[in-house]
């Protein structure tokens, strides 16, 4: 059930970004502005994604610790 409901919001996350990719070619050239903000919001993604996948520490914590 979990993993549905995660590939659904994927699938309508990748949409949007699609539309909106769409609006912004079509503002060309005030566009611009947005695909630099899309691009900064990727890279500072990626990075969280990385670091919390090489932390070991916050698996041992979320595995571990009691809530």
């Known amino acids: 059930m ?3 409901g995660y590939i659904i919001l994927a ?3 990748l949409i ?3 539309v909106i990719l769409f609006g912004l070619i079509e503002a060309l ?3 611009l502005i947005g695909f630099l903000v899309l691009i900064g919001f990727g890279l500072l993604l990626a990075q969280v994604i ?3 996948l ?3 520490e916050d698996d041992y914590y979320s595995k571990n610790v009691d809530q």
């Open 2 to 4: 979990e993993k549905t």
């Open 11 to 13: 699938v309508a996350a």
């Open 16 to 18: 949007w970004l699609g």
């Open 29 to 31: 050239p005030w566009g």
């Open 50 to 52: 990385k670091d919390r």
């Open 54 to 56: 090489k932390n070991r």
